[in-house]
Each structure stands twice: as structure tokens, then as C-alpha cells.
């Protein structure tokens, strides 16, 4: 059995007055309650070497699950290194978004674990190279599955995909549809084609899988947050088990660690290059202490680099 994991759709988020640029000076005028605003001129610079996620708590998780999220944190603290388009807010250097995180009832046990998606975010020019950065996002997840999640160890699988959704995996792949400042931003897939043409995930693809295919296939199945928002489950190259394709099965053997249900690709990390970061895939880096503990060992590089494509499994 598989359950849905799923993304909360940024046009959805858009116009219900949830997603908007922010910075210091008002730029357009949209529905009442979104603040719009542009990075200033004379504020951006190229590369970054921070990035900081931020996370608040905002009711419905126990001590035990706020820790896992901050595991999950480090996790993308490690895999995204930082911004491709600097830029300062407030005189100080910009280092990541904040999301608000909890536990709600969203459908019942075994049913939607969670969803999650970016509510507000800058538009960054540097005048070559244009993209959407998150500032904030929230994450949602089913207090009904909270606790199975936990006994069988997938708890953190879910969110390490949810906060993937965050940054933008799939909510920020096509900001056109968004519009206003935002257009002209990236865009590497067209909703309903199932064609994701980032050229960074792209690369990595091909290179993983001893590929040369022209798109990484997107899935178009599962409904709404699920369609459009992951890789295909049936025809992505590194098997159904993708730590972004919009399932969830039992915890199983061939799951990367630290996961207990899902693995890990370098296309999956690449394609976050695709929508303005630096990754651990894509752009070099000196290493980054990790927490004692946090078990993340496999994610080196180099490891990375080597994953191999796998049998598609049952789930």
C-alpha cells in the first residue's frame, strides 16, 4: 500500500492571497492583504555561501517530532548550500526562507500524510539571470498519521519531502503561471506536459541513469498536489522510491539511509539549481559539519554521484 504526498499549489496559494513577493518598498498592487515588494537595486551580488532555514512551530507536534524536523532541516542545510543570486534584505545578507510548521487534521488515517508549499517570496534579478526565492512556507501534517509515522520510522522521509516542496520542488518550477514581478522567472515545466527540462536536473539525469533522454518525466496522476508537483513514479529513472515522487510505501531495505522508505538521487538534489540554489550536486563546496548523530553520511558527494538506478519495487 502507498499513500499521496502532496504539494499545495502555488497558484492556488496566489490567489487566495497567500503567495507574494516581499521586500522593503512596495512594487504592485495586488488583492487586498499581499504584500508585494521587490529586492531594492544596488542589493544583489552573485553566488552565496549561506543558507539558513528557519522553522516555527505553530502547534499540533510533540517535542519528539519537532527534533525530526530539525534533522529534516539540516538535511536540505546540507544538500542546498546556498543562493546563485545573492541579495540583502535590511542591510543584512539573505540566508534562507522560514516555515511555519504543524500538526492538523487533514483527512484521517492513511490518507494525505501531509502537505506543504512556499506563501510568500522574493523576485531577484541579477540582470542576467532571474528567479524566485522563498522567504516563507508552511507544512502540514495529519495529526492522525503523526503517530504511525513515528513508529515506523518514515516521519522523516515525509518531511524531508514536504520542506523539499518548500523551496520550491515542484511549486516553483513554472513561476510565469504565478505572474506579475514573478514572470520571467524560472521555468522548467509546463503544467500538464509530464516534461520537467530544468537543465541542471537534466544533466544530473542523464548522467545518473546513462540516459540521454530530453526531459526527466513529471507525474500526471494522484489529483491535484500530487499531478504536476513530483517525478513520475512508474517512468522516472530511479525507481518509485524517489525521495520526490508523490507516494509513500512501507519502510523497506532498499531505502537510503537516513530514509526508511524512500532513496535518494543526485537529479532529484541538481534540480534545485534549476530554481536559483547551489547544491551539493551542481555547484562545489567546502565540506559542512553535520550534527553528531544526524547519520547523514551516505549523502557525501561523492556517494551521491554514484547512485545507481534501481528495480522498481511493489508498494
Do not use: C
Amino acid at each position: 500500500m502507498s499513500v499521496k504526498l502532496k504539494s499545495l499549489s502555488v497558484l492556488a496559494l496566489a490567489l487566495a492571497g497567500g503567495l507574494a513577493s516581499t521586500g522593503a518598498h512596495a512594487a504592485t498592487a495586488l488583492p487586498a492583504g499581499v504584500a508585494v515588494g521587490t529586492v531594492p537595486g544596488g542589493e544583489k551580488s552573485i553566488s552565496s555561501s549561506v543558507f539558513d532555514i528557519t522553522i516555527n512551530f505553530v502547534g499540533g507536534l510533540t517535542a519528539s517530532q519537532q527534533s525530526t524536523f530539525t534533522a529534516a532541516e539540516y538535511f536540505w542545510e546540507t544538500m542546498i548550500t546556498g543562493y546563485q543570486i545573492a541579495f540583502t534584505v535590511g542591510g543584512s545578507l539573505y540566508e534562507g526562507p522560514t516555515i511555519n510548521a504543524q500538526g492538523t487534521a487533514i483527512d484521517g488515517v492513511g490518507g494525505t500524510l501531509g502537505s506543504a508549499g512556499p506563501t510568500t517570496a522574493y523576485s531577484v534579478s541579477d540582470g542576467t539571470n532571474s528567479f524566485a526565492y522563498v522567504d516563507t512556507g508552511i507544512m502540514n501534517f495529519d495529526t492522525a498519521d503523526l503517530a504511525n509515522m513515528e513508529a515506523d520510522g518514515t516521519f522523516f522521509d515525509v518531511i524531508v519531502h514536504e520542506m523539499g516542496h518548500v523551496l520550491g520542488f515542484g511549486t516553483l518550477w513554472n513561476t510565469d503561471s504565478i505572474g506579475g514581478i514573478f514572470t520571467g522567472t524560472q521555468n522548467v515545466y509546463t503544467a500538464g506536459s509530464g516534461e520537467y527540462t530544468g537543465a541542471y536536473g537534466l544533466t544530473a539525469y542523464n548522467a545518473e541513469f546513462g540516459l540521454s533522454e530530453t526531459f526527466i518525466p513529471v507525474e500526471l496522476g494522484g489529483g491535484p498536489g500530487t499531478a504536476d508537483g513530483h517525478w513520475d513514479e512508474a517512468d522516472f529513472a530511479g525507481g518509485p522510491l524517489d525521495l520526490m515522487t508523490g507516494f509513500i510505501g512501507a519502510p523497506t531495505p532498499a531505502a537510503d539511509a537516513p530514509f526508511a522508505a524512500m532513496t535518494l538521487s543526485a537529479t532529484t538534489i541538481a534540480s534545485f539549481a534549476d530554481i536559483g540554489y547551489t547544491t551539493a550536486v551542481t555547484h562545489a563546496i567546502a565540506p559542512v559539519p553535520l550534527p553528531a548523530g544526524l547519520g547523514l553520511g551516505l549523502l557525501a558527494l561523492g556517494t551521491l554521484a554514484g547512485v545507481t538506478r534501481r528495480r522498481k519495487a511493489q508498494v
